[in-house]
Antibody, heavy 119, light 107 residues
């Protein structure tokens, strides 16, 4: 059974950095691509980034490219999102999600971690 | 990027009645559409992928249909536990994009 648990959210000033983590307590973490999806304060869902199962390939939304970095450590079943140069519009709940079939739909979601960017 | 539009924004349905939710894509996404349910205070949960395939553990009362640009999620007999916001998502084109959601409530 997949269980994804995010951590690392909090309140941060604009321009500062934050790193999110997501631990998968299941047994198949290294076999699937993983994504970050965020939910904005108006409840809209926005895809953020994806990483291949090996970690060798990554893609980003235009809104975060160059500022965010997705990575994974398969030996620790852990997904990361390094967020630099944070802006107020990055305020959201960030979800770690699994992509079971590598088709970019999301079969398992973490509980989410709230990131608030405010001075 | 493909814009997904859901209607109505809010749907009020009597218990036991059918609920029909719509999702429209700005261009064809073939059958590459998923539906998610998000209850208050919870993460989204996958209901449907491939436009009509129910995810593991999803009750048979939930069904998806459509292709191209027009899709429908049907809840055959609304129960109190179905109160939630429902989102559609296309994965045919990059980047994956979501609709704005339909809130389903009990009348």
């Amino acid at each position: 059974q997949v269980q994804l648990v995010e951590s690392g959210g909090g309140v941060v000033q604009p321009g500062r950095s934050l790193r999110l983590s997501c631990v998968d307590s299941g047994f198949t973490f290294s076999s699937q691509p993983m994504h970050w999806v965020r939910q904005l304060p108006d409840k809209k869902l926005e895809w953020v980034a994806v990483i291949s199962y090996s970690g060798g390939t990554t893609y980003y939304a235009d809104s975060v490219r160059g500022r965010f970095t997705i990575s994974r450590d398969n030996s620790k079943s852990t997904l990361y999102l390094q967020m630099d140069s944070l802006r107020a519009e990055d305020t959201a709940v960030y979800y770690c999600v699994r992509d079971l079939k590598a088709e970019n739909w999301f079969d398992s979601w973490g509980q989410g971690t709230l990131v608030t960017v405010s001075s | 990027e493909i814009v997904m539009t859901q209607s109505p924004a809010t749907l009020s349905v009597s218990p036991g009645e059918r609920a029909t939710l719509s999702c429209r894509a700005s261009q064809s996404v073939r059958y590459n559409l998923a539906w998610y349910q998000q209850k208050l205070g919870q993460a989204p949960r996958l209901l449907i992928y491939g436009a009509s395939t129910r995810a593991t553990g999803v009750p048979a009362g939930f069904s998806g249909s459509g292709s191209g640009t027009e899709f429908t999620l049907t809840i055959s007999s609304l129960q109190s536990e179905d109160v939630a916001v429902y989102y559609c998502q296309q994965y045919n084109n990059w980047p994956p994009t979501f609709g704005g959601g339909t809130k389903v409530e009990i009348k």
